[in-house]
């Protein structure tokens, strides 16, 4: 049973760094895209950031220049750099993971992915 966990949420002041973090067990997926989603309370999720099994990676407009997703294959885990936080950036953060390489454009939708994590809360104030 695949499983995704995240952690390194909390509550920070505007302009302040965090780094989330999501491992992935129980899978034997050779090739594989991990991504990160957020929810606002009452809001949709939407795309972060994503990280393909061969290196691609994929970026909401809103985060690029701020965020950086990297992953660590020997650790089944992908990480989440958020610098530069904003109030705007307050959401519960997903990670999410899909048994395959993401097809061209699918990058940003969450049906793309199979597993999900049960989230991190993330408080930016101001």
């Not at 990676?57 to 294959?73: L, M």
């Not at 020997?74 to 989440?80: D, E, I, M, R």
């Not at 519960?92 to 999900?116: F, I, K, S, T």
């Amino acid at each position: 049973q695949v499983q995704l966990v995240e952690s390194g949420g909390g509550t920070v002041q505007a302009g302040d760094s965090l780094r989330l973090s999501c491992v992935a067990s129980g899978h034997t997926f050779s090739t594989y895209a991990m991504g990160w989603f957020r929810q606002d309370p009452g809001m949709t999720r939407s795309f972060v950031a994503a990280h393909d099994w061969d290196g691609a990676t994929y970026y909401a407009d809103f985060v690029k220049g701020r965020f950086t997703i990297s992953r660590d294959n020997a650790k089944s885990t992908v990480y989440l750099q958020m610098n530069s936080l904003k109030p705007e950036d307050t959401a519960v953060y997903y990670c999410a993971l899909r048994g395959a390489g993401l097809p061209p454009a699918y990058h940003n939708r969450d049906y793309a992915y199979e597993y999900w994590g049960q989230g991190t809360p993330v408080t930016v104030s101001s």
